[in-house]
């Protein structure tokens, strides 16, 4: 078995309101209840070709309220209000109570679940092919600014001996979803083949959740008062506050810090000298032991004199000695 949820039953409450706002004892309960559903029928009946879609009811102590919620509000009022008063004067004879009808227009009979599936079920009265007749109110929802709509009928379509299940859909109508503004609407086509229940669901968005921000005023502190108004807000010192803040000394103000001095450049290294080629020392004997003496390295910088000097001597050339083969 599917576990089917009503639409709207689904949301009253969170997103939608009640269409009967009234409250009554647990004895007044069950009359009222029953008169309500007398009057709903009545005028389901009475304004069939007015484009009914809702009705809504309030009561007070002495007095009914009635909305009508309908796509011409001409065929209710009638010529010169003709039409109203006399409802009205049905409407009171049937609960014995002083009632008030308000009319209000759909300005959009298209996005009207109601209205849609009577649409379809006045189309299948006159024997048109009930694909044809979805398919034509999906279209024209659907140019109308609705985000998604599904039809659905059930019965003896197209002269069928059994009973069939038909149905399509336009965008998307997310049932599951809580806030979403799905309007749902149902109602019976009496054919020669007998009764066709049709079905209809509108999705026109979401309900708004959350309320635009106010912008916050700035408030400004006037020029000429001697104290700021956010000095004037703080609470006045106690004596306490007084006697702690005479025992506990200010503490001292910080030292300034010295004033930076400008960096002076710094004196460019002197180059360092070429490094001297390392002269060979032959090994040399000490005296007594005979032993052989590493040879000490010369100086890696020599002076700029001896290096003049150096280089003003002439340089002999070197002499190979032959080696005396042994």
């Known amino acids: 078995m599917g576990h089917k949820v009503h639409p709207n039953g689904f949301r009253l409450g969170v997103y939608r309101n009640w269409e009967a706002k009234w409250f009554a004892p647990d004895k007044e309960f069950k009359p009222l209840l029953l008169e309500d559903v007398r009057l709903r029928r009545m005028l389901m009946i009475r304004l069939k070709n007015a484009g009914l879609a809702r009705i809504e009811t309030e009561r007070s102590s002495s007095a009914l309220t009635i909305t009508l919620h309908t796509a011409k509000p001409g065929i209710v009022i009638g010529k010169g209000g003709t039409s109203v008063d006399q409802l009205r004067d049905e409407l009171e004879k049937i609960t014995g109570k002083r009632v008030r009808v308000t009319i209000q227009e759909i300005k959009k009979p298209e996005l009207s679940a109601q209205l849609v599936a009577e649409n379809v ?19 024209k929802t659907m140019r109308a600014g609705a985000q998604g709509v599904k039809i659905r009928v059930k019965g003896r379509l197209g002269g069928s001996e059994m009973a069939r299940v038909e149905w399509n859909r336009e965008g998307r109508v997310p049932l599951h979803t809580l806030k979403a503004d799905i309007d749902f609407g149902q109602t019976e086509a009496k054919t020669t083949f007998g ?13 708004p959740t959350e309320a635009a921000p106010k912008p916050t005023a700035a408030v400004d502190e006037p020029a000429d008062a001697g104290v700021p108004i956010g000095a004037a807000l703080v609470e006045p010192a106690t004596p306490l506050a007084e006697l702690v803040h005479a025992a506990v000394p200010a503490p001292a103000p910080a030292a300034e810090a010295p004033a930076p001095v400008a960096a002076t450049p710094a004196p460019e290294a002197p180059a360092k000298p070429k490094r001297a080629t390392r002269a060979k020392a032959t090994a040399t004997t000490t005296a007594e032991g005979g032993e052989k003496v590493a040879p000490k390295r010369t100086t890696h910088a020599k002076t700029a004199a001896t290096a003049g000097a150096a280089s003003d001597a002439p340089k002999t050339p070197r002499t190979r000695t032959a080696k005396k083969k042994e």
Request: proline letters at 0%; aromatic letters at 12%; glycine letters at 6%.
């Open 195 to 207: 009764r066709i229940g049709v079905s209809a669901w509108v999705y026109t968005g979401n309900f």
């Open 121 to 139: 079920a006045a189309q299948l009265e006159k024997r048109i092919a009930f694909r044809r007749a979805i398919k034509q109110s999906l279209m």
